[in-house]
């Protein structure tokens, strides 16, 4: 790897949950892994209840959005970047109609000055017990 070109682990996100890092920078570009709301050096998931089995029985997507927005900014800013730099936004939902207008309002509160390109996908499930999954990518000095 060249020096404009790195991993970066962050040490206040939560730990990835397979071989991959935090983020990768290309040039003057970040690339950011999946981010969900997940907490580092925790088991629970922040607005998430489970069953003994480890099966979602209820959550709450607002938590979600925080606890993911507030990894973001962790990744972003130990990389170097800052929310201002996102410049592309792909976001993940288990449940689109009974998410999106919660999580859209949520999202206008934090890309109020700052407005990526964005992309909202419904999909069945994610690698852990979430309801939703950021993949960002930022600009860079």
């Given at each position: 790897?060249?020096?404009?070109?790195?991993?970066i682990?962050?040490?206040?996100?939560?730990?990835?949950?397979?071989?991959?890092?935090h983020?990768?920078?290309?040039?003057?570009?970040?690339?950011?892994?999946?981010?969900?709301?997940?907490?580092?050096?925790?088991?629970e998931?922040?607005?998430?209840?489970?069953?003994?089995?480890?099966?979602i029985?209820?959550y709450?997507?607002?938590?979600?959005?925080?606890?993911?927005?507030?990894?973001?900014?962790?990744?972003?800013?130990?990389?170097?970047?800052?929310?201002?730099?996102?410049?592309?936004?792909?976001?993940?939902?288990?449940?689109?109609?009974?998410?999106?207008?919660?999580?859209?309002?949520i999202?206008?509160?934090?890309?109020?000055?700052?407005?990526?390109?964005?992309?909202t996908?419904e999909?069945?499930?994610?690698?852990?017990?979430?309801a939703?999954?950021?993949?960002?990518?930022?600009?860079?000095?």
């Amino acid at each position: 790897m060249t020096e404009q070109e790195s991993q970066i682990l962050s040490s206040r996100a939560p730990e990835p949950v397979g071989l991959y890092p935090h983020a990768r920078r290309v040039g003057n570009l970040l690339f950011l892994s999946g981010v969900g709301p997940r907490e580092r050096g925790k088991k629970e998931i922040p607005g998430v209840q489970l069953d003994s089995k480890g099966k979602i029985v209820s959550y709450n997507i607002e938590t979600q959005c925080h606890s993911v927005f507030k990894n973001i900014r962790y990744i972003l800013e130990d990389a170097g970047s800052s929310w201002e730099n996102i410049v592309d936004v792909t976001v993940f939902l288990t449940n689109m109609n009974r998410d999106f207008a919660k999580y859209n309002k949520i999202y206008a509160e934090y890309f109020k000055d700052n407005k990526p390109c964005r992309t909202t996908v419904e999909i069945n499930a994610l690698p852990t017990p979430i309801a939703i999954e950021l993949k960002v990518i930022a600009t860079i000095d």
